[in-house]
């Protein structure tokens, strides 16, 4: 099994930045994808990116040249810049990583922007 903790969400105006950190441990062997979903009130889980050993990262519309996703493959990390934040960013961000064919999934973490 693989555990994951993110870290980072809270409040933020409009405009404003947050860091969102995701942190694996466990039996960790080769994970071949991390990333991060989204969830708003009343809407479905949708991804908004994701990153590969040794890939280009892939975002999605939304958030492309606003978010940023790196990861530290030694230390099994993952990290969601987020730069100018809009209201519609709002929702709960859930990590992912994949490894052996299972996705792991973090406990979530809640980004509200509001002014």
């Known amino acids: 099994q693989v555990q994951l903790v993110e870290s980072g969400g809270g409040l933020v105006q409009p405009g404003g930045s947050l860091r969102l950190s995701c942190a694996a441990s466990?039996?960790?062997?080769?994970?071949?994808?991390m990333g991060w979903y989204r969830q708003a009130p009343g809407k479905e889980r949708e991804p908004v990116a994701a990153?590969?050993?040794?890939?280009?990262?892939a975002y999605a519309n939304s958030v492309k040249d606003r978010f940023t996703i790196s990861r530290d493959n030694g230390k099994n990390t993952a990290t969601l810049q987020m730069n100018s934040l809009k209201p519609e960013d709002t929702a709960v961000y859930y990590c992912?990583?994949?490894?052996?064919?299972?996705?792991?999934w973090g406990q979530g973490t809640q980004v509200t922007v509001s002014s």
């Open positions: 466990g039996r960790i062997d080769r994970i071949n994808l």
């Open positions: 990153i590969a050993t040794r890939a280009t990262p």
């Open positions: 992912f990583a994949d490894q052996d064919g299972s996705r792991y």
